[in-house]
């Protein structure tokens, strides 16, 4: 199918990157999650080089302020559904917290509490979450119309509670209005 614009044929392309995200045809994360690792890992390589005898607090600042915002930039319009895809995101933050253990190396998840950093997946979760809020508790956002609020003054609850509706597409399972429904 060709469409127009101003008499123009456009192109027809598989993906597009918009404000530095890559959308594809089948609204599939991936190749965004790929970019978005490498670019992660070029400034962990960075920090590493540059710090390498930093102390614990010094690298997990450096990783709070130049590597976390890569791996976090609009995450709530791009989620990753496959695991492989969030155990690469992860494996960002797995490389980075081993700089200040050279000789001995605790465990992950023991590295993340003495570090004071939450998982990417946690961080997701809340950036999820506070997207929600923000956008139900403007009255004039314009995608507010995405979230259907249970308003039946019968049960308990608030105003803001969310109604889920059922997903037929696998893409509208993992949409920020159904993501957040469980939490």
Not at 4 to 27: A, F, K, P, W
Not at 106 to 129: A, Q
Request: hydrophobic share 40%; net charge positive.
């Amino acid at each position: 199918m060709q469409y127009n614009l101003g008499g123009h044929v456009l192109q027809c392309v598989s993906s597009q990157i918009d404000l530095g995200i890559t959308i594809t045809e089948d609204l599939s994360w991936s190749s965004h999650i790929l970019s978005v690792v490498k670019k992660a890992n070029s400034i962990g390589y960075l920090i590493r080089k540059a710090f390498p005898c930093a102390p614990i607090e010094i690298i997990a600042k450096l990783h709070k302020t130049y590597v976390r915002p890569i791996l976090e930039y609009a995450n709530s319009v791009w989620h990753p559904i496959l695991v492989r895809d969030k155990q690469l995101l992860e494996s960002v933050q797995r490389r980075i917290t081993r700089i200040p253990f050279s000789f001995h190396r605790p465990s992950y998840e023991d590295r993340l509490k003495i570090m004071k950093l939450p998982t990417i997946e946690h961080r997701k979760v809340r950036g999820d979450v506070i997207t929600t809020f923000k956008i139900l508790s403007q009255l004039d956002s314009p995608i507010r119309h995405l979230f259907s609020t249970s308003a039946d003054p019968r049960t308990r609850g608030h105003r803001l509670k969310l109604r889920k509706y059922a997903s037929k597409t696998r893409m509208r399972q993992f949409f920020l209005p159904e993501r957040v429904f469980g939490i």
